[in-house]
């Protein structure tokens, strides 16, 4: 695969560019099974119930499985510490505490972020089936994972899903950082279904552009990617800070200062959705025969790489480093859970 040189002329591969830890294709692959049946275990001695233990292995293997290697079952251990250590709750009680007309709001009562933000995307695709559109937000919540997990859900629906949600940390604005610091870096998602048997067109990324060294190496060339960059910052903020702060849900656990607001919208309600996702294939066939970004091989719509490494590492296993295998082993020893990877072949 062809690489390219980043501005301090580190080489990057493509895979570099969409997650904090690149694919190595090289790297031992470990099957997903085996993945999920650790991570379901070490999250129910962690204090999670079985049915919610298996839920969020669920998501976590699945994001493993389209390669987005910083947010699957690396993340388990903090996981497992902030259930531990009282951060997170590891039994929440998730409910909706408001709704009205096309708005539905949840309390996602300290909870890991993966559990209330699938309950609520698939509360607005059920209000969407009715009213075309749906405005969801969810407070008081753990880390939301990679959250192509959650617009996925209304993709695979035939619904566009827009997905804002807040960083892990409050926004530093009591000292003295630049701007693009302060603001953080608030994950999003924007999802747009596909035909059937075509993955769907799907964002899901963080908004920071770039540390402020490489900021400054940028504006000596032009300072409009970081104008650009703040703006969807901004937007990113503006869209689930200010929302959050109009809930009224007591906060009783102090890691969970993660909110979420999401927009679901029914093609149906404007036409004919087989003409939606007609244009949709007709511009994948496009994009395709089109000259590709300068250093990358191919030219794709964003959730193409990810369908193609779902296909790739559901057969023939994930390709995992050994800080990830080793942050794993050290979980699983401090938690009495066998490396399955190792006893079952």
């Known amino acids: 695969m062809v690489s390219k040189k980043g501005i301090h002329g580190t080489t990057l591969t493509p895979e570099a560019c969409m997650a904090i830890i690149p694919v190595d294709y090289t790297n031992p692959r470990y099957d997903a099974k085996v993945l999920h049946r650790f991570a379901e275990e070490a999250l129910r001695k962690a204090g999670q119930s079985e049915a ?26 903090g996981y497992v510490r902030s259930f531990q250590s009282g951060k997170y709750n590891p039994k929440p009680n998730i409910r909706i505490f408001r709704e009205a007309g096309a708005v539905v709001q949840w309390d996602g009562d300290g909870g890991i972020g993966h559990l209330v933000s699938a ?36 993709t695979g629906a035939g619904m566009i899903c827009l997905y804002y949600s807040t960083p892990m940390s409050r926004l530093p604005f009591d000292r003295p950082e630049p701007v693009v610091q302060a603001l953080n870096n608030p994950p999003v998602s924007f999802g747009f279904p596909s035909a059937e048997g075509e993955p769907p067109v799907l964002i899901d990324m963080g908004v920071h552009l770039e540390l402020p060294d490489v900021q400054r190496e940028i504006a000596e060339i032009s300072v409009l990617p970081l104008i650009k960059g703040l703006a969807y910052q901004v937007v990113s903020v503006m869209m689930t800070w200010p929302v959050d702060a109009q809930s009224p849900v007591e906060v009783r656990f102090p890691g969970a200062t993660s909110s979420l607001t ?3 919208l029914d093609p149906a309600f404007i036409g004919d959705p087989s003409d939606y996702t007609r244009t949709v294939a007709d511009l994948r ?17 964003p959730g ?42």
Not at 52 to 76: C, I, K, M, N, P
Not at 320 to 339: M, Q
Request: glycine share 10%; hydrophobic share 40%.
């Open 304 to 345: 193409e790489i990810e369908a193609e490494r779902e296909a790739d590492f559901g057969v023939d296993g994930i390709p995992l480093d050994d800080a990830h295998i080793r942050s794993l082993r050290e979980l699983g020893d401090d938690l009495g859970v066998p490396c399955y990877w190792e006893t079952d072949g």
């Open 119 to 154: 309950r609520a995307i698939r509360s607005a695709v059920s209000k969407a089936r009715t009213l075309g559109i749906c405005l969801v937000t969810a407070t008081h919540c753990g880390h939301t994972g990679s959250v192509g997990n959650w617009t996925r859900i209304a």
């Open 285 to 301: 066939q496009k994009v395709h025969a089109m000259q590709p970004l300068p250093g990358l091989d191919r030219a794709l719509l």
């Open 262 to 264: 999401a927009i679901v």
């Open 52 to 77: 919610h233990a298996t839920e969020l292995a669920d998501y976590l293997t699945a994001t493993d499985l389209r390669g987005v290697l910083s947010h699957g079952t690396r993340q388990l251990s």
